[in-house]
């Protein structure tokens, strides 16, 4: 019940397109849902987050939509650039350690 | 830079041995996440600690230890290591929020 799926393991996008990860979740206790981004040798980088009480939240080229009843969540990356080029997680907590997605390798294309 | 310190960077050491890994957490989070990543298992939590007390234990196993001090800092005792204990270790730190800010890792390689 603490899994959290997350698809595609990886995708390849042209410089300019839009990218999309998508997760899933079974533990209805999660109430925080965020999205971090690593490059080779090092750490996780927090870069949106989202809280079940909105569908969509927008930070700049990143965007989260949410879908409570599915209990699926996903990131678009928008105009993705070269610079984008990494792997994704998603990952939800209910107030503790967070339960991370199995990873996305982005890499957009020049 | 997220504010979160891990020292060594590296480690290589043999099958058998212990080792003892360090964080330093963001000014003012009191809060210590422990994770190890590896190829096979992912991103996954072993311990919690908070303001000096265990918090949560996750995927830890007995071989493994940890404690936070009183200024905060806390460390990861790893012993008896086997070769599959190879893999990158994260330590994490929050405030009093779900926001958790990754440090750099440490890579611990077993021969």
């Known amino acids: 019940q603490q899994q959290v799926k997350q698809s595609p393991q990886s995708l390849i996008v042209q410089k300019g397109g839009i990218s999309i990860i998508n997760c899933a979740y079974e533990?209805?206790?999660?109430?925080?849902f965020p999205w971090y981004q690593q490059f080779p040798g090092k750490g996780p980088a927090l870069l949106i987050a989202?809280?079940?009480?909105?569908s969509e939240k927008k930070e700049g080229r990143f965007t989260i939509s949410f879908n409570k009843s599915a209990k699926q969540f996903s990131l678009h990356i928008m105009d993705s650039q070269p610079g984008d080029s990494a792997t994704y997680f998603c990952?939800?907590?209910?107030?503790?350690?967070?339960?991370f997605g199995s990873g996305t390798r982005l890499q957009v294309q020049p | 830079d997220s504010g979160v310190t891990q020292t060594p960077k590296h480690l290589i050491t043999a099958t058998g041995q212990r080792v003892t890994l360090r964080c330093s957490p963001r000014?003012?989070?009191?809060?210590v996440y422990w994770y190890q990543q590896s190829l096979d298992q992912g991103l996954q939590f072993l311990i919690q600690?908070?303001?000096?007390?265990?918090?949560a234990k996750g995927n830890i196993l007995e071989r493994f230890s940890a404690q936070q001090f009183p200024d905060l800092h806390s460390e990861l005792n790893l012993s008896s290591l086997e070769l599959g204990d190879s893999a990158l270790y994260f330590c994490?730190?929050?405030?009093?929020?779900?926001?958790?800010?990754f440090g750099p890792g440490t890579r611990l390689t077993v021969l």
């Open positions: 994490a730190s929050s405030s009093e929020g779900n926001e958790q800010f």
């Open positions: 990952a939800a907590t209910g107030r503790r350690a967070l339960t």
């Open positions: 000014s003012g989070d009191l809060s």
């Open positions: 989202i809280r079940p009480d909105v």
């Open positions: 600690y908070y303001n000096g007390e265990e918090r």
């Open positions: 533990n209805t206790a999660f109430d925080y």
